[in-house]
């Protein structure tokens, strides 16, 4: 190293001062430009760093709101499963829904019950009432479908459909399906 030096310094001791100017201004300027292009690297770098940070956080509130939806989910899961362990392996759908027909709905607008099941994955099976009503009021309707969905058992109406009877302005053809799940 100490021989560098040395070499270094004689080289610089046989150019003349004008020479050992410009080589001095160069040197400044190189260094100048190394350090400009550093700056502007370690710059760029921070930029980016800002950008993943930033990103993150969104990722980070993303992942908030779906923790918070799961954990809604899942309490709701679980309220669910505590109603169906309450109505016991002696509830049936098709009497219920029958029950609840006489209590807000005339028998003559039930044309027709149909009930039916079947296995969903996870040991659950839905069971459900296919329902025909004839000429029921738009407020016979609407007095069933609220003692279906909140009454004691967790029912769903999984369909309805609703037709206009052209002699009855304020009357409907009603086809609706009545479900429940429940653990085989």
């Known amino acids: 190293m100490n021989e560098l030096r040395q070499r270094l310094a004689a080289l610089l001791e046989r150019l003349a001062p004008r020479e050992r100017l410009l080589l001095g201004g160069a040197a400044v300027a190189t260094a100048a430009i190394v350090l400009w292009l550093a700056a502007s690297a370690l710059a760029d770098r921070r930029e980016a760093l800002a950008g993943q940070i930033a990103g993150a956080r969104r990722d980070l509130v993303a992942m908030a709101a779906v923790r918070d939806a799961l954990l809604q989910l899942r309490a709701e899961h679980d309220a669910v499963e505590r109603r169906l362990a309450t109505l016991g392996?002696?509830?049936?759908l098709f009497?219920?829904?029958?029950?609840?027909t006489r209590e807000?709905?005339?028998?003559?607008?039930?044309?027709?019950?149909n009930p039916s099941s079947r296995a969903l994955p996870d040991g659950m099976e839905e069971e459900s009432v296919e329902m025909r009503l004839s000429g029921v009021s738009l407020r016979e309707l609407?007095?069933?479908l609220y003692a279906v969905e909140k009454g004691e058992a967790p029912l769903l109406v999984s369909r309805l459909r609703m037709k206009k009877r052209f002699d009855e302005p304020h009357a409907f053809d009603v086809t609706l399906v009545v479900a429940r799940l429940r653990r085989t």
């Open 89 to 92: 392996d002696d509830f049936s």
């Open 95 to 100: 009497a219920h829904v029958q029950g609840l």
């Open 104 to 113: 807000t709905l005339s028998r003559e607008r039930v044309a027709s019950m």
């Open 142 to 144: 609407v007095a069933f």
